[in-house]
């Protein structure tokens, strides 16, 4: 049997399906482009789902990739297994082969089967076939798959096995398409069984051991669900193949585990030439070893496609591996940062098929460093922290460590759930999971960042499809739908072919509807790439007049574009003839914006460096919105760098190119590809200057002819859009224009209060602020000296318990320290005694404790002490033994609180 290397097997599956008339596909992010469902790409079929659900279509029929996969999350999370088995990953890579209402199962199958068996060299009598069987007895049995199966060579008719829903029956969600799969199984030989000896076990297909191992599925989408009940046959039919790449590898290596192929064996190789294992010490810890290269794979691949570590969703994710790599680390020597040492094998390794990690390098290293370095500054104390909370359970007898608990251990010392389960779980405990999500949520919702997933998409297809389909019928639209071009047409003549309203297709609608408007051409832009949809009307040519004011617009099935707006006078109908006129003015506002949002990118990168990439964006008509990768605030001075770039590229007025051309071919000559977006096989480019552009991107937005056409660029605000994440508000143009207008206004008027130039206010507004501060000086000692004179009378009223002398007050006007030197004149006063002073700052109240060095001696505590007078104002505290400060909400029973002082003393002194 040949010697096959992981490159080759890819190659070979993708040259495979080539020679059979398919294009090839370059892999999607590992972040869904528009996809607002799902987390991560989780399989092959993710960046073809509009295919499926018939919103979009595609320049060919046949298609095959290798696609990066993640499953770390929601039905697909295979996390709890990763390092503890052989098989299970985060990252992995689907092989794939997709049929859009082309081929179908005979040629599936077939391929499948030469594939595998004449390719490469799989014995024939080790693989068995599953088909559909409902159980149910509903939907037909996949017979046809069957017939195809026993008819192929060496095939053993035998090894057609059926299985029922949960096992060969495939759906995408509760509706939409759906059909019977058939999977391919390999008989691994008695030696795989991991049952042996188990009273009852029978190895078998689908069973609970390792013997039979699935490695290819085969999915033909045959039906739309309606409902529960409800199938219909599907107009055209599709089939979706998905074979595990890491899996398919292994066999042909003749290895026992994933982890042994040439994929992912020389990670662990890197990781023990840092321990300086011997082989022996290796395999005695080889859950950190493949808890390692399976982390340290996923994180290289993550921040390569623009993710970054953080506190929420995807970027919680990156987090937390990378974390759970380095604590797997700590537990086999490595106590300094290591895993860019192991990601650098990544790179080599896999760069030439995924070239984004080779531009990216620097990125990715910086990146994983940079949140191993934040985890060991804090991984000391929470682990500390969490040891005593499961000591604590272990001595009440408990197994469950509270969610609350494990989301506080995040939230202070960034100990991810899944890290402090692995903790937990070794010492025979567990964590209360859900309750730590569901803490987690009420953070996240309180922190504003709202609801992380949208629709599946797709809803309305079966509204717009038949209307799309009875116009191309009658000769109104062509094979590809509604033209479309925002670039150059902002007036489009046409006829009204459609209407609807509140999901119906009507022929007529009246002043005041909220309706959609199907035309056969438009000029206005479908709301893509961050930049907002276009505005306007579209007005009758002839009477009787009528008005549709447009505010959005969609793409709701494949080949349909709707303007969506409300009839602000007339009844239209369909059959008129219309003029629809985008907003120039807005449009053109909106263009400044997007190309001004190429030039800060570019100059992002010049002063931050490359690893700035964008993660987001909103190009409006009155401001734009740009985040971008990097760890800390931008200094001021960097600000004006980058806004300074951006202005002094407008000023040289550099014309623009926009090209359209194939995908791959713009991302070779070097254009930008960016964070989460989708693209088409063609793509449109928008390089800025020719020679030595200075910006190049992938873009399918509107933008202006010469930089120029900007006016003015301005920076409104920068701050945080995320951990690792940096945001960046700016205005162009008209609102550059009115944002100057109203600084200069606030200016002139500021200049006139203070009786001064505006070229004077920066230095008066000084010389103010220094009076002001000196006043504040003056005002707070002569608060200190009328409280120190008040306090004099209060040390002679002190109260005795015991031999104890305990003074309480109630100081107004007062700060923390004028607090604690009133309560050192205390303990000079007083050798043996115990005070608490309170004041109100900023509206909550400041509570000071102190107590005398000998009562310590007879456990006495300030900060104990604190802690009970605070809980009475809402409220806590803490500090050493003899001085101690504590804060709360509730002002009105600062006195109430102050009592609490006298039953402590009591409870004391008596002991």
């Known amino acids: 049997m040949k010697k096959w290397t992981g490159v080759e097997i890819r190659q070979t599956f993708i040259d495979f399906f080539l020679q059979r008339g398919h294009t090839f596909v370059p892999s999607s992010s590992l972040v869904p482009g528009g996809d607002q469902t799902l987390l991560f790409t989780n399989a092959g079929m993710v960046q073809f789902k509009d295919v499926f659900l018939g919103t979009d279509h595609r320049p060919y029929s ?108 495939w759906e995408m969600a509760d509706t939409g398409p759906c059909g019977p799969c058939s999977e391919i199984h390999i008989d691994r030989g008695p030696e795989a069984c991991d049952k042996k000896g188990v009273p009852g076990h029978v190895c078998r297909v689908n069973g609970d051991c390792k013997r039979f191992l699935e490695i290819w599925n085969l999915v033909f989408i045959q039906y739309n669900r309606l409902s529960p009940t409800e199938l219909d046959p599907l107009p055209q039919r599709h089939v979706d193949t998905g074979m595990g790449f890491e899996r398919l590898v292994s066999l042909l290596q003749g290895v026992s585990s994933n982890y042994r192929t040439d994929l992912l064996w020389p990670l662990l190789q890197k990781t023990q030439e840092l321990t300086g294992h011997t082989d022996a010490e290796r395999e005695a810890n080889i859950t950190p070893y493949r808890v390692i290269a399976d982390h340290a794979r996923a994180a290289t691949f993550l921040i390569a496609d623009g993710v970054v570590p953080g506190n929420t969703g995807r970027n919680y994710v990156c987090r937390m591996i990378i974390r759970r790599a380095a604590r797997f ?42 949140e191993e370095e934040r985890f060991q500054r804090t991984l000391e104390s929470g682990m500390k922290e969490l040891q ?13 460590l509270d969610g609350k608990k494990a989301f506080d251990l995040y939230a202070t010392h960034g100990l991810p759930l899944e890290l402090t389960r692995d903790i937990a779980q070794e010492q025979g405990l567990d964590v209360d999971q859900q309750g730590f999500r569901d803490a987690m949520e009420e953070h996240r919702l309180a922190s504003g960042a709202g609801k992380a997933f949208g629709p599946l998409g797709g809803e309305d297809v079966d509204l717009y499809r038949p209307a799309l389909e009875s116009l191309q019928a009658e000769g109104k639209l062509g094979k590809a739908g509604v033209e479309y071009n925002p670039y150059e047409w902002l007036e489009v003549e046409g006829e009204l072919l459609a209407l609807f309203r509140e999901g119906q297709r009507v022929s007529s609608v009246s002043e005041g509807d909220q309706v959609e408007v199907l035309l056969p051409r438009t000029g206005f832009y479908v709301e893509a790439g961050g930049q907002v949809s276009d505005a306007g009307t579209i007005v009758s040519v002839n009477e009787p007049r009528w008005e549709i004011r447009v505010t959005d617009m969609r793409k709701p099935a494949a080949g349909v574009i709707v303007h969506v707006g409300e009839v602000v006078r007339g009844t239209p109908t369909v059959g008129d003839w219309v003029i629809a006129r985008v907003d120039t003015q807005r449009r053109r506002d909106i263009m400044r914006n997007h190309t001004a949002t190429h030039l800060l990118h570019a100059e992002l990168q010049e002063v931050l460096g490359e690893h700035a990439r964008q993660a987001g964006s909103l190009v409006a008509p009155d401001r ?47 254009a930008m590809a960016l964070f989460g977006e989708k693209y088409g096989e063609v793509v449109r480019t928008v390089m800025i200057g020719e020679t030595d552009p200075l910006s190049y991107e992938l873009c399918g937005g509107t933008h202006v002819h010469e930089t120029g056409d900007i006016g003015l660029f301005l920076i409104v605000s920068e701050g945080s859009a995320a951990a690792g994440v940096r945001r960046i508000e700016a205005v162009t143009g008209r609102g550059a224009y009115e944002l100057v207008q109203k600084r200069f206004r606030n ?20 010389n103010l602020l220094d009076e002001m501060s000196m006043l504040r000086k003056a005002v707070a000692s002569l608060r200190q000296q009328v409280a120190s004179l008040a306090f004099d009378q209060d040390l002679e009223k002190v109260t005795f318990i015991e031999d104890v002398a305990v003074l309480t007050s109630l100081i107004q006007g007062v700060d923390a320290d004028t607090l604690r030197s009133l309560a050192d004149r205390f303990r000079q006063r007083y050798s043996t005694g115990v005070v608490v002073l309170a004041s109100v700052v900023d509206g909550k109240p400041v509570i000071i404790g102190a107590v005398t060095d000998d009562l310590v001696k007879r456990n006495f505590h300030a900060g104990d002490l604190v802690k009970r007078v605070a809980a009475v104002v809402g409220g806590g505290g803490g500090g050493r033994p003899t001085l101690a400060q504590a804060g709360g909400r509730d002002v009105s029973r600062l006195s109430e609180a102050l009592d609490q002082t006298y039953g402590y003393v009591k409870e004391k002194a008596r002991k």
């Open 62 to 169: 046949r298609a095959v990739n290798s696609q990066k996969c993640m499953r770390v999350a929601g039905k697909h999370n295979d996390l709890d297994d990763v390092g503890r088995d052989d098989t299970h990953h985060t990252f992995f890579e689907m092989l794939g082969n997709w049929s859009f209402g082309d081929y179908y199962k005979k040629e599936a199958i077939a391929w499948a089967w030469e594939l595998l068996t004449q390719v490469y060299q799989l014995d024939p009598a080790r693989l068995y076939a599953t088909c559909f069987k409902d159980e149910k007895g509903d939907i037909p049995t996949d017979e046809e798959a069957a017939e195809v199966w026993r008819s192929q060579p060496n095939f053993n008719p035998e090894h057609v096995l059926f299985f029922g829903r949960k096992d060969n029956f």
């Open 329 to 370: 680390g700590g537990k086999i020597g490595l106590k300094e940062p290591f895993l860019a040492k192991v990601a650098e094998v990544v790179i080599q390794n896999y760069g030439d098929f995924y070239p984004e990690l080779v531009r990216n390098r620097t990125a990715i290293l910086d990146g994983i460093t940079r």
């Open 388 to 400: 005593e909370s499961l000591d604590g359970l272990k001595g009440k007898g408990e197994k469950i």
């Open 624 to 670: 734009l919105r740009f985040d971008f990768t990097h760890p800390e605030p931008l200094t001021p001075e960097q600000l004006e760098r980058i806004e300074a770039g951006v202005n002094r590229a407008i000023l040289e007025n550099i014309p623009l190119q926009t090209r359209v051309k194939p995908l791959q071919e713009a991302i070779a000559e070097g």
């Open 747 to 766: 200016m002139r008027k500021t200049a006139e209060m203070l009786s001064a130039s505006m070229d004077e206010v920066p230095e008066r507004v000084e």
